[in-house]
Every structure is written in C-alpha cells, then in structure tokens.
C-alpha cells in the first residue's frame, strides 16, 4: 500500500512540476516579447488591460448605443432594435436631431472619464490612457457610422472575439476593428 502511495505521490509532483514549469514558461515568453512593428512601448503596454476596461466602460455608460440613447431619449433597448433593423448609430442618432461628432464627444468624455479614475485609482498609467483615448478617437469616428452588430472582437480572450489567444489588440484600447 506504502508503495502505491508514493507512486501517486510522485506522479502528482511531476504534473505539478510540468503545469508551474509551462506558466512559467507562458509568462516569461509574453514579457520578453518586443512589441509589433507599428506599436510603442506604451501602445504594447495598453494590451491586456482590456479584460479590465471593457466591462467598466460598459458599467460607465461608455458604449455608443448607451451614449447615442442618453443623448436621444431613446431607450437602450430601441437603440438596439434600431441597430438590428440595420440603422448605424449615427442614423439614430441623426433621426433625432444629434450628429455622429457630438456621439463620438458624449462617448469620449464618459470613457475619459473612466480612464481618468483608472489612473487616480493606480490600475494604469496617465500615458497608457492617453494612448488608449487616441485610439478610441479613431475608433469611434469609424464604429459611429457602422451598421455591422456582429460581436466578433479581437482581444485577450475571455471574450467573444475569435481565437481566444493574444488577439491584435485591447477592444477597449480600440486597436480591435470591431470594438465598440
């Protein structure tokens, strides 16, 4: 009985072992990682923070169909049926009187502000935000005038985007052409 005890026992250390040496290994890969090409340090520094800040835009009220219904009256659910019958947010937007430029504005100004108690809070760094914002410029200025609804995002995983992996970027940092 004694033996088959220390038979399991070392099996068990040596899953052990093969599992701690694998994230190990996993994380001493990602840190050593150069950036891509067309990234910054700081650029390269904003992925893996949208795990974090893509729900707490959300709870934030940061999203384009929370923000073109706050500045419509509109309720979040006709903003949605309105996206499902193909209208982008800037033609629901337009339908009652508010242009795609002041969307984008409302919608910056509440994630800013997100970000900005991010910083206060120690979770980011004031450069990482400010790369995060220059994305999100861009990208709001092209989702705005989108019809596509689909889900299909690109970040760390954890999500709804394909692969799962290291996607090409943070959907809140906004380098995921399909964030929102």
Do not use: H, W, Y
Not at 69 to 75: F, H, I, V
Request: proline share 2%; charged share 20%; net charge negative.
């Amino acid at each position: 009985m004694n033996k088959k005890r220390a038979i399991a026992l070392a099996a068990a250390t040596l899953v052990a072992g093969l599992v701690i040496g694998n994230m190990a290994s996993a994380f001493a890969a990602r840190s050593a990682e150069a950036p891509r090409s067309n990234q910054t340090q700081t650029q390269a520094a904003c992925e893996g923070t949208g795990a974090r800040i893509g729900p707490m835009m959300r709870d934030a009220g940061g999203r384009l169909s929370d923000v073109v219904a706050s500045l419509t009256g509109l309720s979040a659910d006709d903003v949605a049926t309105k996206r499902a019958d193909g209208e982008s947010i800037a033609d629901v937007g337009a339908s009652a009187g508010v242009s795609s430029d002041e969307i984008v504005t409302a919608a910056l100004e509440v994630r800013t502000a997100a970000l900005d108690e991010m910083v206060a809070a120690g979770s980011i760094t004031q450069e990482q935000a400010d790369v995060m914002i220059d994305r999100m410029t861009d990208r709001l200025a092209e989702r705005v005038t989108s019809t596509d609804t689909s889900a299909n995002g690109c970040g760390n995983g954890g999500g709804r985007g394909f692969g799962g992996g290291r996607g090409q970027g943070s959907g809140a940092c906004g380098a995921c052409p399909n964030a929102q």
